[in-house]
């Protein structure tokens, strides 16, 4: 035990900055005047873009229990229970990809993923179910053992041992419970309704007319009100675009832009997309609507980048809780999960064709391993590494040297 383990207590699992209250229509109030929840945050579009963008990649990419071999490298456990629970279906209600999507999605809006683990007979993992993080609270008992306070649908609590759960955490300050984005960005966020709701506001009133008709006198109430009526019923309406327009008595007619301060609210909504697609959840623009910087030659490189550095973390997050919770103690030496994103970091067709003739030539794949990533059945007998003219096997140092003492030999005689 390391010496902050000797003089302090254990981390204090409900050190959460922000808590598990807000509901649906609720939430903590921002300086902006809105109030944010984990739930609404997700009505502004560019929250729900992000989380869904994440929530279904990860869910969609094979993930797969493999076992380790004794002379290296994998195989796939197919015969292991856990390869169907999280390759299939984790219950009876749930494929794996909504199990996996929703636990995401958790994990994205409130920084902790938890569900039950169900055991069968002799400790096996006989299924999983989702919780919504605001249902779960992590504690510790008079031993100081983690376990988790669980709010049941039918009212009442109930405490489950870690054993009984799959909790994976975010980004936390004591590496067992994780912050919620949606809570540390708040104001962020918060800011963003407040704009949409503006929006919303300025638009429904309707006080700033597209057009003005302009009459140099003076009219009476009741020939302003037939002017205007007369006006919006020759023109208004898509089947009556374009119509030829007579205005008498010197009116006239002046169409209205979008004024600057209007503009500018444009361009505020624009920044504040960015600031929380990709500030907070580090997705390019590109990915979520924002197409004003991407171009052709940027947005493959873009692509890649949203893997290694938006995706990726979050993948390992999954796949070390999945080992730490499902495997046992004795297993994990053995197995391991992992996920395939080896489809979301292909190039083009001609840059991916180079690439597998150079590994090809290279000799470290085979003609079967380049079918596999390309979802094409294998070929009898391409399981080999080809050996190509161009490349003959080094020489061993004792050949060579009896070689050598062959060649000496024979000038001697």
């Given amino acids: 035990m390391g010496i902050f383990g000797k003089i302090s207590n254990r981390a204090n699992m409900t050190d959460y900055p922000y808590g598990n209250n807000g509901g649906l229509f609720g939430g903590i109030p921002t300086k902006a005047g809105t109030d944010i929840s984990e739930f609404n945050a997700m009505q502004l579009a560019v929250v729900w873009c992000c989380i869904k963008i994440l929530a279904e990649d990860s869910a969609s990419l094979p993930l797969h229990l493999y076992r380790k071999l004794k002379g290296g490298g994998k195989e796939r456990a197919t015969d292991h229970p856990l390869y169907y629970l999280l390759h299939d279906q984790p219950n009876p209600e749930m494929t794996a990809f909504s199990f996996r999507e929703a636990y995401m999605a958790h994990l994205l809006s409130w920084g902790n993923g938890y569900a039950e683990i169900v055991k069968a007979g002799r400790g096996m993992v006989a299924g999983l179910w989702p919780i919504t993080p605001n249902r779960a609270t992590p504690n510790r008992n008079s031993d100081g053992q983690i376990i988790y306070k669980i709010s049941l649908p039918q009212g009442g609590m109930t405490d489950l041992p870690k054993s009984q759960i799959l909790h994976t955490p975010g980004l936390g300050f004591n590496g067992l419970i994780g912050y919620s984005p949606i809570g540390m960005a708040r104001e962020a966020i918060g800011l963003g309704k407040a704009l949409e709701e503006f929006g919303e506001t300025y638009f429904g009133n309707g006080t700033h007319p597209g057009v003005i008709v302009e009459h140099p006198g003076q009219l009476s109430k009741q020939a302003h009100s037939n002017l205007q009526t007369s006006l919006t019923s020759a023109s208004s309406g898509l089947g009556k675009a374009h119509r030829l327009l007579l205005l008498e008595e010197g009116m006239k007619f002046q169409k209205i832009g979008i004024p600057p301060e209007e503009a500018q609210f444009l361009e505020t909504r624009k ?143």
Wanted: hydrophobic share 35%; aromatic share 10%; no cysteine.
């Fill in 271 to 413: 920044f504040q997309n960015i600031d929380i697609g990709t500030r907070i959840y580090r997705i390019p623009p590109h990915m979520y609507g924002e197409m004003d910087r991407a171009t052709f030659s940027n947005i493959e490189q873009q692509a890649l980048d949203y893997v290694s550095k938006a995706l990726r973390p979050w993948l390992v997050r999954l796949e070390q809780s999945f080992n730490m919770a499902l495997l046992t103690p004795q297993e994990r030496g053995t197995y391991f999960f992992e996920h395939l994103v080896d489809g979301l970091l292909r190039g083009d067709l001609r840059s991916r064709y180079s690439a597998y003739q150079i590994a090809k030539q290279s000799r470290f794949m085979t003609t079967n391993e380049i079918r596999e990533i390309e979802n094409m059945n294998p070929i009898e007998g391409e399981d080999k590494l080809d050996v190509t003219p161009n490349m003959t096997p080094a020489v061993q140092p004792n050949k060579k040297a009896k070689l050598k003492n062959n060649n000496q030999a024979a000038l001697e005689l």
